[in-house]
């Protein structure tokens, strides 16, 4: 904590040796005092500044980031000093995602001291992932059961709030710029809703070195770096020791080659592997499967079979199944907890908990997602593009399949701005479907699009089909109450096929009406996909929607429970 502090105070010494322009009479206390009012913790906030002594709107939006890196610090140490044999899964996880959330921050620190106030998607996605990280902690903890001590529950609770006001403050430097005083005038104004007046994107060297990776499918052409083959016909025999083989932080594509069969390992790949690429031999033929379980012993966090937490990392033509959730428990196919992760004509297979979209920017197109309770779940930004997501008939009885659980935590990321990097799932030209044995007991067992996860679940259908074995209602409380559904967004535009029925819906469902809104949610907005998504050669369109003559939604369908399920 004192080391995060330090920092704190370099900065602001820093300011008084800056150019002159920095150099302003401190704020009036009710300029500190409007602004922290405008957060949704000013006590934290207030607290946060009160021992400025400048006017530097930077500087204040790097105070507050460190501050959010002191919260991470005490969490750890109060976590740490709280294990038990009963939490210690939870507390391996804390350490992971701790440790992760200060490194994301120490890079924030280091870009602001240069970043200029209108290049800030990349800030506000690592911000989002740190608070992530932190939410993932206290999830780990919940998951084990049993008591939660008073220490680690304030200290949490803490850190909380405290990258709360920092996200509201790089909202607010974003969109006013480096002048504390210009953008804290009044009381009234909401930090977290604004318009972004200037933006430039980082350029992609912020993340793949100093140039840009190849193109995949052009780096295929001219050669695999490695093959990896079950019956040793390859470099490797399994793809994990392909994976520790690999360069750290590459700054070219390296791409593994994995030819057709069954993988039965768990892979990993590491925050220091950087642009990696899977290339399969199809969803159907290259195939890495695992049975780890939350009822095993290990959290939900850990039981994935592929981890993906590097930067850049690429998969074409490869499944990815865990089976061991069929009677209930949380097992997860895929986690990506990484920034700017792409998957092209790919299979996600299992029950509960199957894709893991946990944090930064994902991109998936032409992926076929398979699973029961919400299984498309996370707080990443992920743009999911003309892919089919199919619920399963589940083994337990009755069971109600729902396909996704949002978690985003905080307000940060707010929907009425239109200009905003979102924390979203958006599903555009997707297909909510069902194995062919699930529409014969759609009454038995109950499918739902989605259901809040957090307080701020946010979930958009752009022109996407719905069969007909989708509950009318189409989406659902969490555990039938009321809790998060008025912060949350349950979002449609233009759905179409015998399940879109927008009339027959829950009151808290959003039909989006114009074009311009829905285009806050399709990729080029909400994950920057314009600026990074086309170097894959993975199929992206990259114009906004359009209107068209042939797209005609079935919203004036009636439903009747004895109409028969399309297939």
């Excluded at 000013?42 to 930077?58: E, Y």
């Excluded at 924030?108 to 200029?116: A, N, S």
């Excluded at 920017?361 to 992926?367: E, G, H, I, K, N």
Aim: aromatic share 10%; proline share 5%; hydrophobic share 35%.
């Amino acid at each position: 904590m004192l080391g995060n502090l330090r920092i704190s105070r370099e900065l602001q010494e820093d300011a008084n040796i800056n150019d002159g322009s920095i150099h302003q009479s401190a704020p009036q206390p009710s300029s500190v005092t409007a602004a922290c009012a405008a957060t949704q913790h000013p006590d934290s906030c207030s607290d946060t500044l009160k021992n400025s002594t400048h006017s530097d709107a930077k500087i204040y939006t790097s105070t507050t980031v460190a501050a959010a890196s002191s919260g991470i610090e005490e969490t750890r140490l109060s976590v740490k000093n709280s294990e038990t044999p009963e939490n210690a899964p939870a507390v391996e996880v804390c350490e992971d995602t701790l440790n992760s959330a200060l490194a994301v921050l120490e890079a924030v620190l280091e870009e602001l001291k240069t970043v200029d106030a209108a290049s800030f998607d990349e800030i506000k996605t690592r911000v989002t992932a740190a608070m992530e990280f932190h939410t993932t902690c206290m999830d780990a903890l919940e998951e084990v059961g049993g008591p939660i001590s008073t220490s680690v529950q304030l200290s949490t609770e803490r850190a909380k709030q405290l990258f709360s006001v920092a996200l509201s403050f790089v909202n607010a430097y974003a969109s006013f710029g480096n002048d504390f005083l210009a953008w804290a005038k009044s009381s009234g104004l909401d930090l977290t809703q604004f318009n972004l007046h200037r933006r430039r994107l980082f350029p992609l060297t912020a993340l793949h070195g100093p140039t840009a990776p190849p193109a995949p499918n052009q780096a295929c052409k001219r050669h695999y770096k490695v093959t990896v083959a079950w019956n040793g016909s390859g470099d490797f025999k399994t793809i994990t020791e392909a994976v520790n083989k690999a360069p750290t932080k590459s700054e070219t594509l390296y791409v593994m080659y994995i030819k057709a069969g069954t993988y039965n390992e768990q892979v990993i790949l590491k925050t220091s592997h950087f642009n990696i690429m899977f290339l399969g031999d199809g969803a159907t033929q290259t195939i890495i499967t695992g049975r780890l379980i939350v009822a095993s012993g290990v959290t939900a966090y850990k039981s994935a079979t592929l981890i993906v937490e590097g930067q850049g990392i690429l998969a074409k033509g490869i499944q990815v199944c865990n089976t061991a959730g069929s009677k209930g428990r949380q097992a997860v196919a895929m986690r990506v907890s990484a920034d700017q992760a792409a998957f092209y004509q790919c299979t996600f297979d299992g029950y509960p908990d199957t894709l893991y979209v946990h944090n930064h920017r994902q991109f998936y197109r032409d992926c076929t997602v398979l699973g029961t309770i919400d299984f498309i779940f996370g707080n990443a930004a992920a743009a999911i593009q003309n892919c089919r997501i199919t619920a399963k008939k589940s083994t337990m009885e009755g069971q109600t399949n729902v396909y996704t659980a949002q978690g985003k935590m905080d307000r940060g990321s707010e929907l009425h701005i239109p200009e905003l990097h979102i924390q979203c799932n958006s599903f555009q030209s997707c297909t909510f479907d069902a194995t062919s044995e699930l529409p014969k007991s759609y009454k038995t067992y109950k499918t739902f699009l989605g259901r809040p996860w957090k307080e701020y679940f946010t979930t958009v259908l752009l022109r996407s089909k719905i069969r007909a074995h989708v509950d009318p209602k189409g989406w659902m409380p969490w555990n039938a109450s009321d809790y998060r559904l008025e912060t949350s967004f349950f979002a449609e535009f233009e759905s179409k096929g015998p399940g879109a029925l927008p009339n027959s819906g829950v009151p808290w469902l959003k039909q989006i009406k114009t074009l311009k809104e829905a285009n806050r949610y399709q990729a080029n907005k909400f994950i920057q996909g314009h600026t990074w998504v086309p170097l894959t050669k993975f199929p992206y369109p990259s114009a906004p929607l359009k209107y068209t003559s042939d797209f005609k939604p079935l919203s004036l369908i009636p439903f009747s429970s004895d109409r028969s399920p399309d297939e």
